[in-house]
């Protein structure tokens, strides 16, 4: 008999009613899939968003919020793409290639989406129907460089991204600017383009959100984590509606 697929969702519990959900806070690639990369690529951005699980961690606890945490990578299946999206499973990333992935016959793209990316989706629905929140929160990281694009610079502290919904982005952005914090408007990535978990499960249920981008020097220490889930607190609560919408 097959091991069961490894559970793509760890859930952490919390009373406020917010969700924060980290579609890419592990580098973990389940053992039965060879990806064929060198070691090195599964510590750097293109394995995982650095720092966001630890900051999506620091934010449930300081606020006592449900947080819905991916836990394998997302060169095994990107948790942030539609299925049949190009970039779901990934035969590149940043110039270096995939070549485990790009071997993959039909069949098994099919099987990975169903093991890991299907399990994922349903986790964050149920916790959607069982404890529906007035806020969600997205938490991900971008590198401050791409190894691909060197010479484009990316200034931004952090960047709020969101799709048709922008009622949180709203009071978000002044907020942090009004701290001196560099705050991208759908910057260095559009909302309107990469926003496949909000859009399935926030703005499809009319749900307001935050989408949130940290640049991944700003998390590089547990005091920058703290600093930024102190920070982050405090816009999360300022964003969160008074009455269910």
């Keep these: 008999m097959s091991p069961a697929p490894h559970n793509p969702a760890r859930l952490i519990a919390g009373s406020l009613p917010v969700l924060l959900i980290a579609d890419h806070a592990s580098a973990f690639v389940p ?19 650095i720092g966001v699980g630890a900051l999506t961690e620091a934010l449930a606890a300081n606020l006592d919020a449900p947080a819905i945490i991916a836990t394998l990578s997302r060169l095994v299946v990107d948790l942030n793409r539609a299925p049949g999206s190009p970039g779901l499973i990934p035969i590149t990333a940043d110039g270096d290639e995939v070549p485990g992935n790009a071997a993959l016959t039909a069949e098994e793209r099919e099987r990975r989406v169903a093991d890991y990316h299907a399990p994922y989706h349903d986790a964050v629905a149920a916790q959607l129907d069982a404890q529906p929140p007035r806020l969600i929160v997205s938490v991900h990281s971008f590198t401050p460089r791409l190894l691909s694009r060197p010479d484009e610079l990316r200034p931004w502290h952090v960047g ?18 009004a701290d001196g914090i560099i705050a991208g408007d759908n910057e260095p990535y559009s909302g309107r383009d990469l926003n496949y978990t909000m859009n399935r ?5 009319g749900i307001p959100y935050l989408g949130l981008e940290i640049r991944q020097d700003e998390l590089d220490d547990d005091d920058a984590v703290g600093r930024w889930a102190a920070v982050l607190g405090r816009v999360i609560l300022a964003c969160l509606p008074k009455e269910p919408t």
Excluded: K, Q
Excluded at 201 to 205: D, P
């Design 31 to 49: 053992p039965d899939i060879t990806l064929g990369v060198h070691p090195d690529m599964m510590s750097r951005h293109s394995a995982l968003d």
């Design 201 to 205: 499960h926030a703005e499809a249920r």
């Design 160 to 177: 709020i991204l969101y799709n048709r919904d922008d009622r949180a982005a709203r009071i978000a952005l002044p907020m942090l600017r």
